[in-house]
């Protein structure tokens, strides 16, 4: 009995870390955005689409590539989550009760109620990494006609709106990697629950180190937008 409890302590205990580390992070993007690599990032690419917005029949060619790679990003994610939610459909349907030499390698609950939840886990976590990798291309492929629009030149309305588009194409990029970070754990939770929580343990500190921003990088980031955006405000009062 203690063998098959550690699964209903251990697990919860590491996806309740999991969920409160995004908390905090979605709380900090929301709040401070420049701490994390997420909101810098949003700030970044929002920069970005006005300044090659400013003379679209110039910078097409420079968007169009740049809009391109990041939706064969997303493609090759899409395809990767929908490919490995295949062959756990596929393992799973045709899997037999001629396991038991594999059950030696699990040391937590080994009934089938369980093992089924751990599969249907980590079926979820790629069918979400699919949808949202889908929801990427889409934002994409919009934004690669609304960026190159020589009507958008001095519309500012048109320019918010094309890098709101831009940045939640790359939201939802960041989502469906994010689906693959948390089906470590997961997967790893099909050799017991032991396995699962130091993975979520080291998993919450590799994360972390991702997502947040150094003073350094903070700081190089402010000095390049205050450098860009002064000779715009000379060229303005000038006019």
Known sequence: MEEERL??????????????????LLVAIVRNPRSTVVGLNAESRHQWVHSLM???????????????????????????????SSLISVFVSSSSSSTSAASQLIYGNQTAIISSIKYFAILVCF????????QSIRYYAHVSFLATLPTSKGKK??????????????????????????????????FGPIPMFVCSVMMLS????????????????CHSL????????LESSAS
């Open 206 to 221: 590799v994360l972390y180190f991702l997502d947040t921003t150094t003073s350094f990088t903070r700081e190089m980031h």
């Open 7 to 24: 699964d209903y302590v251990l697990v919860p205990l590491g996806l309740l870390m999991l969920a409160v580390y995004h908390a905090w």
């Open 127 to 134: 069918l979400v990494a699919f949808l949202c990798n889908v």
């Open 226 to 233: 205050i450098e860009e955006i002064k000779p715009n405000d």
């Open 157 to 190: 309305d048109s320019i918010e709106y094309v890098a709101r588009n831009l940045n939640r194409g790359s939201f939802f990029w960041s989502l469906g990697l994010r689906a693959f970070y948390v089906s470590f754990p997961l997967f790893l939770w099909i």
């Open 54 to 84: 400013a003379d679209p029949l110039k910078n097409g060619v420079l968007v169009v590539q740049t809009i391109r790679n990041n939706i064969m990003a997303s493609t090759l994610l899409a395809t990767t989550a929908i490919t490995l």
